[in-house]
């Protein structure tokens, strides 16, 4: 038990440590770009950040074998910031849409996000082995919120190869709406529970 829990661990600092980078390369770019797909995916970061943060805390109350109320207060908030998220794309990506916004080619942003792509599907397969390991839900939240980040460095991979290929400005708040879309997904399932499996 004691070392599935330091695998645990491990797990959740190397997240932290991807991400507070992934974070911060995405949103300078972002910016730089005048990209809301980049952007909402340096903030979507952030938030993995967030809920990696909060799942070393439970780990720690896990160990110490608290009650589960504990874990659906971490759910709720990890939930809630995907659903602020969400909020925060569509109404930047429907400002975009609307006022036509063209933003600039980021060759960085498709970088990172090609290999985010890997590294946070390779992150979400171990944390959910560990979390039925240990039978701890917000771990088992967390690797699903680590490959939303997989599916989400796809979906803003498209968007700014697109972009910069064919200059196809409306493909990067598409491509921002979508990661919305992906967000209230896995915020509702963080809040109610309900986690499909995945193998």
């Not at 190397?14 to 990209?35: D, K, P, Q, R």
């Not at 990506?93 to 942003?109: M, V, Y």
């Amino acid at each position: 038990m004691i070392h599935d829990l330091r695998r645990a661990y491990r797990l959740e600092y190397a997240t932290i440590a991807w991400n507070s980078a992934e974070a911060v390369i995405a949103l300078i770019f972002g910016f730089l770009a005048g990209s809301i797909a980049l952007t909402a995916f340096g903030f979507d970061s952030v938030i993995e950040v967030f809920s990696a943060v909060v799942v070393l805390i439970e780990l720690r109350s896990h160990h110490e074998h608290a009650e589960g109320k504990a874990e659906q207060i971490f759910l709720r908030l990890i939930g809630g910031s995907f659903f602020l998220l969400a909020v925060y794309i569509v109404i930047e990506a429907t400002w975009d849409l609307l006022g036509r916004a063209r933003p600039h080619e980021s060759i960085p942003g498709v970088i990172l996000t090609a290999l985010s792509i890997a590294t946070m599907w390779f992150l979400a397969a171990a944390k959910h082995r560990e979390g039925h390991q240990i039978e701890c839900q917000p771990l088992i939240a967390d690797s699903r919120e680590t490959r939303l980040c997989a599916l989400l460095s796809a979906v803003t991979l498209a968007g700014l190869a697109l972009n910069a290929a064919f200059g196809w400005w409306w493909a990067d708040p598409i491509a921002a709406l979508g990661i919305a879309g992906l967000a209230l997904s896995e915020g509702y399932e963080a809040i109610t529970g309900r986690h499909p499996e995945h193998h």
